[in-house]
Structure formats: C-alpha cells, structure tokens
C-alpha cells in the first residue's frame, strides 16, 4: 500500500525532525520512515479524535504569486547604480569585501544546521468530511518536496535539524511561533505564504540576526535593511525587466509596444522597462517605448486603433504587465488577434497569464505569447521524471509545482549552509546546487550609491532571487525558450 502524506498529522502538531534521523537504512540496505509509518493510504490519524479519518485530496489550482506596489511616497525606489548586479557577489576579494561592508554579515560554518520551517498547514480547518483547501495544499506539497530534499541531502553528508510548524495563517500564530526555542536558536528560517506572516518572520530574523527565506511573497518592501531576508520569488520589477530584456534580444526598440488600460496603476509599470531599456542601451537619455493606452470601455475600442502600431514587414512585439485584469488582457489578444491579419507579432505578458481561465488558447498559439517564470516547467527531463516517480512512491501523489520548489530550495540551501555557513546569502550566486525547475540567483539589493561622493554608505534592503524564466505557448502548451 502507498503511502499518502502520511506525515500529515506529524508536522501540525510541530514536530521536530531532524535529517540525520529521519531516513535510516535497514539491514537489506532498504530506506524506512522513522516516525512516518502509522498512517496509511488516503487515512491520517487525528490525535484530537483517537481514530483514523479519510482525507480528500485537493484538486483545485493553487493561487499563484500576487504583486502589491508600495507607492514611492511611502518608500523611496530601490536602486543599484552599479550597472551590474555581479560587481556586488563574490567572484573575488574585492565584492567579496564589498558585499561584507555593506552587510555586516558575519558567517560561521557549523557541523549541524538548525532549520526551521514555518508552512500553512491550516491544520485547525481540517476535517474529514471537508476537502484539504489550496493553502494547506501548498504547504503539503511543498514539505513533501523539502523532505525529499533532505533524504537527498543526507545522503551527500550535509548534516541539518528540520523543526517543522504550522503557521495556520494567522499572523497571532506566526508572532508566538518566534519564541519557541527552536526557532530562536535556528541558523535559518524558511516559510510564511501571506505578506503578513512574511513580514513578523522578517522582522523577527532582523532583530536576532536570523537568515530568513520567504518562498511565496513576491511583495517588495516587506523588511527595509535587511540583509538576513532573502525573498525567492521575483518583484514584478524583475519580471518585467526580464520581459524588456528578452524582447531586446530579438526587437529594436521601435519595435517594441508597452500596452495597458488608461489611467491605471499598469501605466506606472512602464517606468520598468524603459529603465531596463536605457541600460541595455548604455544612453540614459534615450527615448521611451511606445506606449499604446486602451480604455477601459471596450464598447469604445476598435481593432483598428492598434493597426498603425503594426509593421508590415518587421515583427512587433507587444509587452503588457497586466497580472490581475484577465477581461483587459482577454480583450487586447481578441483586438489584436483580429488587427494583425497576416503581420507577424509576439506578446509578453506575466505568469498569473497561465492561470487565467477565460482567454482562448488559439489566442495564445496565434500571437506567439511569451510569459515570465519563476520556474522553467521542465517536467520531461530526466531529473523531472525521477523526481516525479520518487514522489508518487513515498506520498500516492503527483508533484505539483510548490513540491519542486520545496525539492529545489531545500537543496540549494542545504548546500549553501554547508559550504559557507548560515551566512550564505553573500555567496548565493556562486551556489551549484542542482535544480528541478527553480534557480536561485540571490542578489543583494543595494538603497543608494557605491560610489556617493558624499560618504553616506549604501545599505543592502534584502537579498532578491532574479533568476526569471521566458516560457512560450507553443503547439498549445508552455514550454522554456532560451
């Protein structure tokens, strides 16, 4: 019989489970799960009852990451006037001092890490009539994917203590969970999913001197000069950066459109790009991209409103930030669809695109849409599919995406910790951890400028993974481009 997340009721109730213990051999040279096997099939055992109770697996899609921009009023821009984000990792003795200043980070390399890993379980909704919701889903999926990780990482010598929590969602939970023992004496905190929750535990890492990754917010601005606060998930500033950087590989800038509603927030967005453009051009006084501003009330658009945009002989590429309004974005691809005739075209939009659920495929395939990732959805390598049967053998499911970046974090940080102490974070890009779907290009985000004549020293705000995927819709699926 297949066990399935028979570890569920294990890690509620805030075990801890240390990775050295957790996978011993036995004399035929067999992997068992030490603590792991009292529950069985599609039953967990409920301590509060005494009984074991029938779970059911979730089968809705998963809420993918959202964005919330801060206005500038409120927080000053982020900005690195380095002109290449490498000049601040260690490739030498002069970044490698550099990132050290600017951070105070001082690493210490220990036999045995303590991690803790804080997840919403939302154990306290759990029953056995009610469906498992997306947000424990997650948080399942993703300590599967970690514990799968950590068998591995055991197995190459990298020595760590995983306690695992509930986080329950609740901000009260997540703020008592910092006095536990065992997140106080952690080298390295990983977890939270709401902003909320995100910003206690980052809070808390900043004032105790506490390596903090968050695997789920993509929110900027969550913990100013913080240098312990590693974020895995790309701003939307990386994102659309990735975007103008990737359409410059193939368009001049005359060839490129900026799309969005008038008078929105979406239009602020654009600022992203021609920044990005600006450098690549090496001319800060180069023009802005086009811009084409749709109204809000299609009733008052026509598809010949986008025609003069289109060329006839050259490719146009369409670039639309738009993560939230899938009518705007339904609604354009219809337009342009009809409007481009035979004259060839690309759109890049953002990944919430590959969960919207209105839009026509053929949309997608006719106007050769590119989306932003943070994953490259690579489920047919060969690693892909080992993970994959790996997975199914030990928990009687299928991987879904929060389970490879639990797999794939897990091992980078393991890795990272053991070659350089619980202070890894300034040698993050240096890190050849092996990777299912995720790479982690943690780079430190520097408020202020190196070179300030004025002697103010700049201040690392956090460490931001910039690693961003280009994925195209090809013969009706996502697929990465190079």
Same mark, same amino acid.
């Given at each position: 019989?297949?066990?399935?997340?028979?570890?569920?009721?294990?890690?509620?109730?805030?075990?801890?489970?240390?990775?050295?213990?957790?996978?011993?051999?036995?004399?035929?040279?067999?992997?068992?799960?030490?603590?792991?096997?009292?529950?069985?099939?599609?039953?967990?055992?409920?301590?509060?009852?005494?009984?074991?109770?029938?779970?059911?697996?979730?089968?809705?899609?998963?809420?993918?990451? *959202?964005?919330?921009?801060?206005?500038?009023?409120?927080?000053? +821009?982020?900005? @690195?006037?380095?002109?290449?984000?490498?000049?601040?990792?260690?490739?030498?003795?002069?970044?490698?001092?550099?990132?050290?200043?600017?951070?105070?980070?001082?690493?210490?390399?220990?036999?045995?890490?303590? #991690?803790?890993?804080?997840?919403?379980?939302?154990?306290?909704?759990?029953?056995?009539?009610? &469906?498992?919701?997306?947000?424990?889903?997650?948080?399942?999926?993703?300590?599967?994917?970690?514990? =799968?990780?950590?068998?591995?990482?055991?197995?190459?010598?990298?020595?760590?203590?995983?306690?695992?929590?509930? *986080?329950?969602?609740?901000?009260?939970?997540?703020?008592?969970?910092?006095?536990? +023992?065992? /997140?106080?004496?952690?080298?390295?905190?990983?977890?939270?999913?709401?902003?909320?929750?995100?910003? #206690?535990?980052?809070?808390?890492?900043?004032?105790?001197?506490?390596?903090?990754?968050?695997?789920?917010?993509?929110?900027?601005?969550?913990?100013?000069?913080?240098?312990?606060?590693?974020?895995?998930?790309?701003?939307?500033?990386?994102?659309?950066?990735?975007?103008?950087?990737?359409?410059?590989?193939?368009?001049?800038?005359?060839?490129?459109?900026?799309?969005?509603?008038?008078?929105?927030?979406?239009?602020?967005?654009?600022?992203?790009?021609?920044?990005?453009?600006?450098?690549?051009?090496?001319?800060?006084?180069? +023009?802005?991209?086009?811009?084409?501003?749709?109204?809000?009330?299609?009733?008052?658009?026509?598809?010949?409103?986008?025609?003069?945009?289109?060329?006839?002989?050259?490719?146009?590429?369409?670039?639309?930030?738009?993560?939230?309004?899938?009518?705007?974005?339904?609604?354009?691809?219809?337009?342009?669809?009809?409007?481009?005739?035979?004259?060839?075209?690309?759109?890049?939009? =953002?990944?919430?695109?590959?969960?919207?659920?209105?839009?026509?495929?053929?949309?997608?395939?006719?106007?050769?849409?590119? /989306? %932003?990732?943070?994953?490259?959805?690579?489920?047919?390598?060969?690693?892909?599919?080992?993970?994959?049967?790996?997975?199914?053998?030990?928990?009687?499911?299928?991987?879904?995406?929060?389970?490879?970046?639990?797999?794939?974090?897990?091992?980078? /940080?393991?890795?990272?910790? @053991?070659?350089?102490?619980?202070?890894?974070?300034?040698?993050?890009?240096? #890190?050849?951890?092996?990777?299912?779907?995720?790479?982690?290009?943690?780079?430190?985000?520097?408020?202020?400028?190196?070179?300030?004549?004025?002697?103010?020293?700049? %201040?690392?705000?956090?460490?931001?993974?910039?690693?961003?995927?280009?994925?195209?819709?090809?013969?009706?699926?996502? &697929?990465?481009?190079?």
């Amino acid at each position: 019989m297949t066990t399935k997340f028979s570890f569920f009721w294990i890690i509620i109730i805030g075990v801890t489970i240390t990775s050295c213990g957790i996978f011993k051999a036995k004399p035929g040279g067999k992997v068992y799960k030490d603590k792991l096997d009292e529950i069985e099939g599609t039953r967990v055992y409920n301590p509060e009852t005494g009984k074991y109770e029938d779970v059911k697996i979730a089968t809705e899609k998963l809420d993918t990451v *959202s964005w919330t921009e801060v206005p500038e009023s409120e927080h000053p +821009p982020i900005t @690195n006037e380095t002109g290449s984000s490498t000049d601040l990792i260690p490739g030498g003795t002069e970044t490698t001092v550099l990132v050290d200043e600017l951070t105070d980070l001082n690493t210490e390399k220990k036999e045995t890490y303590n #991690v803790s890993l804080i997840l919403p379980f939302l154990s306290q909704n759990f029953s056995s009539s009610s &469906k498992i919701s997306k947000f424990s889903n997650w948080g399942l999926q993703y300590y599967a994917g970690t514990k =799968l990780a950590m068998e591995d990482l055991e197995n190459s010598g990298v020595k760590l203590n995983i306690s695992v929590f509930d *986080s329950k969602g609740e901000y009260g939970k997540v703020l008592s969970l910092t006095s536990k +023992p065992q /997140v106080q004496e952690a080298d390295l905190i990983i977890g939270a999913y709401k902003k909320d929750n995100v910003k #206690v535990l980052a809070k808390f890492a900043k004032e105790n001197d506490i390596t903090y990754i968050s695997p789920h917010s993509a929110s900027a601005n969550i913990s100013p000069n913080n240098p312990n606060y590693l974020q895995v998930s790309p701003t939307l500033s990386s994102h659309c950066k990735a975007m103008l950087r990737h359409a410059r590989r193939t368009f001049r800038p005359e060839q490129i459109v900026l799309v969005a509603t008038k008078n929105t927030v979406e239009t602020k967005r654009f600022k992203y790009f021609n920044e990005e453009n600006r450098k690549l051009e090496n001319d800060e006084k180069a +023009p802005d991209l086009k811009t084409l501003l749709i109204p809000a009330d299609f009733t008052k658009v026509h598809e010949d409103s986008i025609k003069p945009y289109l060329d006839p002989f050259k490719t146009t590429a369409f670039l639309v930030p738009s993560f939230s309004n899938e009518t705007f974005v339904n609604n354009f691809l219809r337009m342009l669809n009809i409007a481009k005739d035979a004259q060839p075209v690309r759109v890049y939009g =953002l990944p919430q695109w590959m969960d919207f659920e209105r839009i026509e495929f053929d949309y997608f395939e006719n106007l050769d849409v590119h /989306v %932003t990732s943070s994953s490259n959805f690579d489920f047919d390598s060969n690693q892909a599919k080992e993970f994959k049967k790996k997975y199914y053998s030990n928990f009687g499911e299928i991987p879904e995406q929060p389970a490879f970046l639990g797999y794939d974090l897990m091992m980078y /940080v393991g890795q990272a910790l @053991n070659k350089y102490g619980d202070k890894f974070q300034g040698y993050a890009e240096v #890190v050849n951890a092996p990777n299912l779907q995720h790479r982690f290009d943690f780079q430190p985000i520097i408020n202020g400028k190196l070179d300030d004549a004025s002697g103010v020293k700049p %201040t690392v705000e956090q460490f931001e993974n910039k690693q961003v995927y280009l994925l195209q819709f090809k013969n009706y699926q996502f &697929k990465k481009v190079n």
